[in-house]
């Protein structure tokens, strides 16, 4: 029979279409699969510049491990950190800022930025989450220390152009959508192909039969006459005549050829089905996915992100803690210099000048940071920023609350204050660090029942009046401990000085203020009342006489025109918040002379 050639080639051929089809989907997963790494370098003409910036949306361009190769004369630093700190701290240098990969991504992308020639070192910056030294050249893998967005400083000592040749190693984010499609497509097309020779001939065996089972009855049959499309056809006759040869051959087509031909189109059908389906799920594939928010800014939303990790902060602590110790051993108030300031060099200072003189004075406190008992890292990103620590060590008989200021970018956290924990109080609870907390101006009473600058008010008043009006307004009133030993202290004075008037203030120093808010909605302010003691004496000849510490400062022990001793307070208070109707609380406090003289 003619149609089984025919069934045969056209399976044959459906199996071969499917085997190939098959084999390029293979393809697509094998040896024609995409690198699974691309590498784009800076251009080679890129000027040179003191500092170079890896975008952070450079380095979130691709999912997965980035790997930076940096090549350099000399030493140089690779410092992570958060964009906007990384750009605070670059501030007016000119620099290089690699952004984006070329279309063909083999080339970064780099913007230029004219500026400064020179800017100090980064190394050693508190902004820096960690850092990576190196010397010639630095194969570097990143990886984000938290969640968030993060930029990379690339730079020498600030004054020679900062290593330019930078190559980035991604992984490919290329896809073979039509590779899982082509191998089920073939799949399907060389099954169709070996079933065809047996479904065409079933068919035909059914059409058999069915002629079989309508023989001739012996009445007329009228054959209508069939016009040859084309009259070269082999049998084709002139209009209106009719061959019995040509007749039975369209019958013998008709049940042969046609089933192949109907199942050969329901294959291409098919096929055509499963390339439509191919090309939207490539669509999908490929289609460029919605922006969706970062953390950092997901963080911003609810109040902002905290200005350093704890990681951070333990490691400030620790270099701070070094200073003090050092300048606490040598008495030297010239070491204090890179990590104290404000309030607590003060102190220090002269506690040094007095030790010199009078060996069985006190030394101040020592600050240890082997035990971080609470960290207050503020949300606050525009300078100064300020972090509270709750420590103890050796030596810290209670734990103390240190505050730490960064007043610019390229500064480095100072100790402003120093204060030990009042006996029985607990520190107030804050949100966890990754959270960050949300600082407050020392005029606001948003939310509070009163402002810092109110609540510290409120307290030099206690302090210099034992009968204030506003006593009830913080906790225990002169039961606190060192409410009632300072107001003791100015009372025994008064008492034993028959021979003169005395005068004793306490007054806020307003610029050293800080609030940060606490868990509950309230908040803690810290910062610093100036202690004035003033005497006169109530007669003329009538002397008065100095203690050995104070005499440091006056030239002198006696005086018959009166003195002035000056302390510095370091305080921390805890403000309820609106609504509530607990008083306010004297967390930490402690105070050190700090000047006398003779009127």
């Known amino acids: 029979m003619i149609g089984d050639p025919v069934r045969l080639k056209t399976a044959a051929l459906l199996v071969l279409l499917g085997l190939l089809t098959m084999l390029a989907g293979i393809g697509q997963l094998t040896f024609w699969a995409p690198a699974e790494t691309v590498t784009a370098s800076v251009p080679?003409?890129?000027?040179?510049?003191?500092?170079?910036?890896?975008?952070?949306?450079?380095?979130?361009?691709?999912?997965?491990?980035?790997?930076?190769?940096?090549?350099?004369?000399?030493?140089?630093?690779?410092?992570?950190?958060?964009?906007?700190?990384?750009?605070?701290?670059?501030?007016?240098?000119?620099?290089?800022?690699?952004?984006?990969?070329?279309?063909?991504?083999?080339?970064?992308?780099?913007?230029?930025?004219?500026?400064?020639?020179?800017?100090?070192?980064?190394?050693?910056?508190?902004?820096?989450?960690?850092?990576?030294?190196?010397?010639?050249?630095?194969?570097?893998?990143?990886?984000?220390?938290?969640?968030?967005?993060?930029?990379?400083?690339?730079?020498?000592?600030g004054t020679q152009p900062a290593p330019s040749a930078i190559s980035m190693t991604f992984p490919n984010n290329a896809t073979t959508p039509w590779a899982v499609p082509l191998i089920v497509l073939g799949i399907i097309i060389i099954l169709v192909g070996a079933a065809l020779p047996f479904v065409a001939k079933a068919l035909a065996n059914r059409r058999k039969d069915d002629d079989d089972d309508h023989p001739g009855d012996g009445g007329e049959t009228t054959t209508l006459p069939i016009q040859s499309e084309n009259p070269l056809l082999p049998g084709a006759k002139s209009s209106g005549t009719t061959s019995p040869v040509g007749d039975e051959g369209r019958r013998r087509g008709a049940g042969s050829e046609g089933p192949a031909l109907r199942v050969t189109a329901l294959a291409a059908t098919l096929a055509a089905v499963m390339v439509g389906g191919t090309a939207i799920a490539a669509h999908a594939t490929t289609a460029t996915p919605e922006a969706t928010p970062t953390s950092s800014s997901a963080d911003a939303a609810e109040g902002g992100t905290p200005v350093m990790l704890e990681s951070q902060l333990q490691r400030i602590l620790e270099q701070v803690a070094s200073t003090v110790d050092a300048a606490d051993a040598a008495k030297d108030a010239?070491?204090?210099?890179?990590?104290?300031?404000?309030?607590?060099?003060?102190?220090?200072?002269?506690?040094?000048?007095?030790?010199?003189?009078?060996?069985?004075?006190?030394?101040?406190?020592?600050?240890?940071?082997?035990?971080?008992?609470?960290?207050?890292?503020?949300?606050?990103?525009?300078?100064?920023?300020?972090?509270?620590?709750?420590?103890?060590?050796?030596?810290?008989?209670?734990?103390?609350?240190?505050?730490?200021?960064?007043?610019?970018?390229?500064?480095?956290?100072?100790?402003?204050?120093?204060?030990?924990?009042?006996?029985?109080?607990?520190?107030?609870?804050?949100?966890?660090?990754?959270?960050?907390?949300?600082?407050v101006p020392a005029s606001d009473s948003t939310g509070l029942a009163y402002s810092g600058n109110q609540a510290l008010e409120i307290l030099s008043e206690m302090l210099t009046n034992p009968e204030s009006p506003n006593r009830s307004k913080l906790a225990d009133g002169q039961s606190s401990p060192y409410i009632a030993g300072a107001l003791a202290y100015q009372a025994d004075t008064v008492k034993n000085g028959t021979s003169a008037n005395f005068k004793f203030t306490h007054t806020p120093v307003t610029n050293q203020t800080v609030v940060l808010r606490t868990a509950d909605g309230g908040a803690v302010v810290v910062g610093r009342l100036d202690f004035a003691f003033e005497g006169t004496p109530k007669a003329a000849g009538d002397k008065l006489l100095l203690e050995d510490d104070s005499a440091v400062f006056a030239g002198g022990k006696e005086t018959t025109t009166g003195m002035v001793l000056n302390f510095a307070e370091s305080v921390a208070v805890y403000i309820p918040p609106a609504g509530s109707a607990d008083p306010m609380n004297l967390v930490a406090a402690t105070r050190g002379l700090v000047g006398a003289s003779f009127k």
Do not use: C
């Not at 083999?106 to 020639?117: F, H, Q, R």
């Not at 207050?376 to 509270?388: A, G, L, N």
């Not at 620590?389 to 050796?394: I, R, V």
């Open 44 to 157: 080679s003409d890129t000027k040179a510049a003191p500092l170079t910036v890896i975008d952070q949306k450079l380095i979130a361009l691709h999912d997965g491990p980035v790997k930076i190769k940096i090549q350099g004369e000399g030493n140089f630093i690779v410092a992570t950190g958060r964009p906007d700190d990384v750009e605070a701290w670059v501030g007016k240098t000119a620099h290089n800022t690699l952004t984006g990969v070329s279309a063909d991504q083999k080339s970064l992308e780099v913007s230029s930025a004219d500026g400064e020639a020179t800017a100090p070192s980064p190394a050693g910056s508190d902004l820096w989450v960690s850092t990576e030294d190196a010397s010639g050249d630095l194969d570097y893998t990143w990886n984000p220390p938290a969640d968030g967005e993060w930029s990379l400083l690339v730079a020498g000592d």
């Open 334 to 439: 010239a070491k204090l210099a890179p990590r104290v300031d404000k309030m607590e060099l003060q102190i220090r200072t002269q506690n040094y000048k007095i030790r010199s003189t009078v060996s069985a004075y006190e030394p101040r406190m020592p600050v240890r940071a082997t035990k971080l008992q609470s960290s207050v890292i503020s949300t606050k990103r525009d300078w100064p920023r300020t972090v509270f620590a709750l420590t103890q060590g050796e030596g810290n008989v209670v734990p103390q609350v240190l505050t730490l200021v960064q007043l610019s970018p390229r500064e480095n956290y100072k100790l402003w204050g120093s204060a030990p924990l009042q006996p029985g109080t607990n520190f107030p609870s804050f949100p966890v660090p990754r959270k960050g907390t949300e600082p």
